[in-house]
């Protein structure tokens, strides 16, 4: 398995995984990036600056992957625009969940925030979705009390911020 930059003929397959994660956990449709307008045109919403989105391949088949990006602010004269990126559409294939990728592309996201001049890095997350919860602690992420931004996820009802500076 590889990690790579996406490509524009992987918007298809990741959209896929990310819509059948949601079906296969029930998880709310509205309020999420299952509803995202861009969902099927990730490939060129990362071309935007200070944004990366990677996957996972693995023999030609993408299996999942991760983003970063400027978190979206409600008030865009905030001067933390420029300082907080937002970890964003973490979805994996069950056949690679609890390989050690998901760390090893957050690792890369950070790295990559950390280039583009970010100290914060926000994520948002639903409450049942434990397992990712306890990887993001573990990875130095702590739980906030309320969202961040302009997401559009209110459904996400977990946030969470790690300092990366």
Request: charge should be negative; proline fraction near 5%; hydrophobic fraction near 40%.
């Amino acid at each position: 398995m590889q990690i790579r930059k996406i490509q524009q003929n992987d918007n298809d397959s990741i959209a896929k995984i990310i819509r059948a994660v949601f079906h296969e956990l029930d998880a709310p449709k509205v309020g999420t990036a299952y509803a995202d307008p861009v969902l099927d045109t990730l490939f060129e919403v990362y071309q935007a600056s200070r944004s990366v989105y990677y996957v996972v391949e693995k023999n030609g088949s993408v299996l999942g992957g991760c983003g970063i990006a400027p978190l979206e602010m409600q008030n865009p004269v905030q001067s933390e625009t420029s300082k907080v990126c937002e970890l964003q559409k973490m979805y994996f294939a069950p056949e690679i969940r609890g390989t050690g990728y998901a760390e090893k592309i957050i690792k890369l996201c950070l790295e990559f925030a950390t280039t583009q001049g970010f100290e914060i890095c926000y994520l948002e997350t639903l409450s049942f979705m434990i397992p990712a919860q306890k990887l993001y602690e573990r990875m130095g992420f702590e739980p906030i009390d309320g969202p961040m931004g302009n997401t559009g996820h209110n459904s996400c009802e977990v946030w969470m911020t790690k300092k990366i500076v």
